[in-house]
Structure formats: structure tokens, C-alpha cells
């Protein structure tokens, strides 16, 4: 159940050619995907790189933003202003109620079914996801890689019934970027790492 991931240059046109962009376009086009219930087709009019890539894991420590566009291909592309968007399935042979801790720089977010269920981002870049509904654990004491970990909602998977899950992470400036998820399942205990904080 591989995940598939499409990166979008919001520096582009549909075609490739270069377009002006900043960074409040790029905040409201990304308020406008996760708004549309994360329609794909709000991406349209920006450049969608044509090399996929496929995982099963979301752990990208902290890089150069310039490995994003370089991984799926296109290195002469710009490294800020862009999208990762991947699309995929959770499943599980057993009943399990679990939740994400992770972080994301500049910006991770998961929808699962139809619902946000993650976010995190940089603690300057808060306000820029000041539209969206409710809020998540953030600036917690634990560290992952370079940031403190957010945690996210609860989710609950049956048992071999499948739920549609979506990731998209990004970079607005450029010079260094980070991803990553770990999960919490619930009702287990988890040994601890010297800042006191679960190894998940």
C-alpha cells in the first residue's frame, strides 16, 4: 500500500513556465486545496513535476529544501514555494486507535478521511495556518530531529477496512527542510528517551 507523491512548484505555471509568486498566495493557494477537502484540481493551474515517487514511511530528516525537487527528478526547479502532496491508504489486520506525533518544516499536514488529523509546522509559520479549524498539540518538551514534536488526533481502523489517507509537507523560502511521523498507538507503553519522551 504504497503512498504516491506528486511535488507542485507553485513557481510555475501548468506548463513549466515561470510565474510570479510570495508568500501569502502561496498560504491562501494553500488554503484554498485543504478548504476544497483537498481537491487535487485547485493544484492545476501550478506545475506538477512529472516523476512520482512512492513510500510506505514519512522520515525526512532535516536537508537542503533542494533535495525535494532533485528527488522527484527536476533539480533545475525552485526549492521554496513547493508542495508534496502523497496519497495513499492505512489499513490494519487488527482494531487499533493511534495518533501522529511528528513535525514539519516549514509545514506537515495528514488528512485522514476527509478530516486534518495532523499539523505542524514552524512555530514563526503558525499564523499561517490561522484558518484552519480547531487546533493541535504544539511546542511540546520532546524533540524529533531539530523541533519539538506536534501531536495529532486520535484515529480509529477497523479491522481490514481501509481509510483514505493524504500528506502534504512544503517549503516557503527555501534553505532546509524536515518531515516526519511517528505513531502512538493507544493503551501501549513505550520506553522512554533521555528527554523523557516515548520512543515511538
Known sequence: NDFEGNLYSFN?????????????????????FVLSGWDASILNPYYRLPQKLYT????????????APDGFGAPDVE???????YKGQLVSKEPI?????????????????GDEVFLACNE?????????EGTFAGGEKYYLGNKRMWIGDWI??????????QIMFGEWLG????????????????????QGGPIL
Not at 510555475?12 to 484554498?32: A, C, S, V, W, Y
Not at 514563526?124 to 484552519?132: E, I, N, V
Not at 480509529?156 to 489517507?165: I, N, Q, Y
Not at 534553505?175 to 533521555?194: C, D, H, I, K, T
Open 124 to 132: 514563526t509559520h503558525k499564523k499561517y495556518f490561522d484558518w484552519r
Open 79 to 85: 526549492s521554496y514555494y513547493f508542495m508534496v502532496h
Open 175 to 194: 534553505g532546509s527542510l524536515s518531515a516526519m511521523l511517528n505513531v502512538e498507538v493507544q493503551g501501549e507503553e513505550y520506553p522512554r528517551n533521555r
Open 156 to 165: 480509529t481502523l477497523e479491522a481490514g477496512e481501509p481509510l483514505p489517507m
Open 97 to 113: 486507535t493511534f495518533r501522529f506525533w511528528g513535525i514539519g518544516d516549514a509545514f506537515l499536514m495528514v488528512n485522514v478521511n
Open 12 to 32: 510555475r505555471g501548468r506548463h513549466g513556465n515561470k510565474i510570479p509568486m510570495d508568500r501569502e498566495t502561496f498560504r491562501q493557494k494553500l488554503r484554498d
Open 56 to 67: 510506505t514511511h514519512f522520515i525526512i530528516p532535516l536537508v537542503p529544501s533542494t533535495m
